[in-house]
């Protein structure tokens, strides 16, 4: 029998490229993302190009207890690899942005992502054979002034990413986390809403290189997927210099970007 992937935010970026590799490899797919559009536009693209068993749900994952309604609309269907991408920035000094937005990126981010995981992972375990993929970013090895919660939320993803990884040996079930660096998709409009865009353009990756090595890496059961190897470097330059430097240098890099 095929297997069957649940994707979040897999209409659109970084999850519809996923979304294409999996039905490629005839896995069933599950859609879940905000955007109508989007998800209906997706499922006729899949469905018509790898004749693939897709299902969309329209849900905004940002909603408290959307895990519960998720998992319950999902009935006996087992769940082979869940795929949390869903995410979105917010771009300014922590005392000015909006905490209705901040609020949703909290709950989207992580408290989504790890009911969602904890949910699906009981099946995975009890079968004794799952993958999980969290997107997390380079963001979530140091501090991000001026988008603060941003870079602390993917910290969080990668440090719950790779904890649970490391309890789950001999199990069966593997868990990735997907660290890349800035990625063209639809983030860079979804950053700015209500305050100034961060229009980062350095070092700038496609959303189909990223899901390909996000993809190989999560089937070797990598713990860490680093795509790019000035990006692996980065990712050390907090573990070899004081993180005051770091912090200072991410702060003149949002700035930069931010001025041009």
Known sequence: MAKTVLITGGASGLGYELALLF???????????INADNLKQAKETLEKKYNANVRVMLKDLSQVNIS?????ELGDTAIDVLVNNAGFGLFGTFATTDWDRE???LNLHVVTTTHLTKL????????????????????GFQPGPLMSLY?????????????IANELK?????????????????FQQVVSEGT????ITFNMATAKDVAAYGYKAMNKGKSVAIPGGFNKFLATLPRIMPRRLATSIVRNIQEKNRAD
């Open 103 to 105: 609020a949703k990126m």
């Open 170 to 186: 001999g199990t069966g079930v593997t868990v990735t986390a997907l660290c890349p660096g800035p990625t063209k998709t639809s």
């Open 23 to 33: 039905a490629k490899d005839t896995y069933n797919l599950v859609l879940v993302d």
């Open 120 to 139: 699906i992972l009981k099946g995975m375990v009890a079968r004794g054979s799952g993958k999980i993929l969290n997107l997390s970013s380079l963001a």
């Open 196 to 199: 100034s865009e961060n229009k």
């Open 151 to 163: 870079y602390a939320t993917k910290g969080y993803i990668l440090s719950f990413s790779e904890a």
């Open 68 to 72: 519960e309604e998720i998992v319950a």
